[in-house]
């Protein structure tokens, strides 16, 4: 092999100079406009409270909602599926990681969501990917609303089909949507049924009429509404009696069902075109047989238990009302989702970081995850937060926001 000449020498020594000064001059930018993020170590499991930095803290900003991730049922699947599978399925599904314990757990998610057939998917990000970029692409046109999470956004760019966004849960703005849209193959109306950041709910059954009227496809992700919401914690499309009018059903393992991965339900096509075509699905390691095992306990006892999350619900109301009262801007009750709006990322972080002094961790939520000038903190109510967890939040809050 030649060795590489002095210039080449040269320009890789300043490339990599260049390379540092550069992502240094980028954290300045993201520091200034208070969008720096680091991240936080926690000690233990996702309870109700945890050790950060030495000190114990209130923990509001978990989606361990309804507390199943240290459920001991759920734990002890987990442990069986270890001794029986081992750590990891090692290969991707279409390799040798479909195991029987993915067969079961698919089994369980589309008996749950009362469809045909289900696939699981290693993460939510690879669900909505996976999902959008097998169903359309060039010649195509994917309505999304303009709140979706940023795996439904990447996955509408990645498609490469016409991305239309529509204005939040704006049932008109969608309908023009598609009336601009005809000369499209396909179209796919996609929402989330719970959004992740406002807690507010999409009106289904309008956009799945709107849908069925011009002759699109009705995608959902129910990440945050899976376990809480609906029959057995189905979620929003079976308590709002949608499920034959969705084409797609999406949701998490790794959020109510306190376990990891994501699924897919609808259709026996639907999940046999998205074993030969989605991508995030075909070129990844399978889901550990510890988390599917873990995520099929989950919902038998949500199946079984179905006050778990309605009490969730209905506490998560009067809390919501309660800092209203306070003075507080709470926009929506809707969910255990509770935003409080700031307004300034900078002053989204102080906030935050008053609590935390004051022994509630709760994050500031902020630009791009939300848009600018709505910084928020975004409270996550738990099942297993009792009474005097609540009293201190409330407390805490108020006192920290209103210091502003």
Avoid at 77 to 103: K, N, P, T, Y
Avoid at 191 to 206: I, K, N, Q, Y
Wanted: aromatic fraction near 4%.
């Amino acid at each position: 092999m030649a060795e590489p000449s002095s210039k080449t020498e040269i320009f890789s020594h300043a490339a990599r100079a260049s390379f540092a000064a550069e992502a240094s001059r980028e954290l300045d930018v993201l520091r200034a406009a208070g969008l720096e993020r680091r991240l936080r170590t926690i000690e233990g499991a996702q309870e109700p409270s945890v050790v950060i930095d030495g000190r114990r803290v209130l923990l509001f900003c978990s989606n361990n909602y309804l507390g199943l991730a240290t459920h001991p049922e759920v734990v002890a699947a987990a442990r069986r599926a270890l001794d029986r599978f081992g750590a990891s399925a090692a290969s991707s599904r279409l390799i040798s990681g479909h195991m029987r314990v993915h067969a079961d757990v698919e089994s369980a998610i589309a008996a749950w969501k009362g469809c045909a057939d289900a696939l699981v998917f290693s993460t939510g990000y690879q669900a909505n990917v996976g999902a959008i970029t097998a169903l359309v692409g060039r010649e195509d046109v994917v309505l999304s609303d303009e709140l979706n999470h940023a795996s439904i956004i990447d996955g509408c760019r990645l498609s490469r089909a016409r991305v239309a966004i529509y204005k939040h849960n704006d049932v008109e703005d969608l309908i023009r949507r598609l009336e601009d849209s005809r000369e499209a193959r396909r179209a796919l109306v996609v929402t989330e049924s719970v959004f992740s950041m406002d807690g507010d709910r999409a009106p289904l059954g309008d956009l799945a009429a709107v849908a069925k009227q011009y002759g699109a496809w009705m995608m959902v992700d129910e990440a945050h509404a899976a376990g809480v919401f609906g029959p057995g914690g189905a979620g929003v499309v079976a308590e709002e009696g949608l499920s034959d009018a969705v084409d797609v059903h999406v949701g998490t393992l790794g959020k109510a069902l306190g376990s990891f991965g994501a699924y897919v339900a609808g259709s026996r096509a639907l999940i046999d075109l998205l074993v030969n075509r989605a991508r995030s699905f075909i070129f990844t390691t399978a889901l550990p047989p510890a988390c599917a095992a873990a995520a099929q306990a989950a919902i038998e006892i949500v199946q079984r238990e179905p006050h778990l999350g309605s009490a969730l619900l209905a506490r998560a109301r009067t809390f919501g009302e309660r800092l209203r009262a306070s003075g507080l801007s709470v926009p929506h009750l809707d969910s255990h989702i509770l935003p409080i709006l700031i307004g300034s990322a900078p002053e989204a972080v102080a906030t935050a970081a008053r609590l935390l002094e004051r022994g509630v961790y709760v994050a500031a939520i902020r630009p791009p995850t939300v848009p600018p000038g709505t910084s928020r903190l975004r409270l996550s109510l738990m099942a297993t937060h009792g009474d005097a967890d609540l009293a201190a939040a409330h407390d805490a809050l108020v006192q920290c926001v209103a210091r502003r």
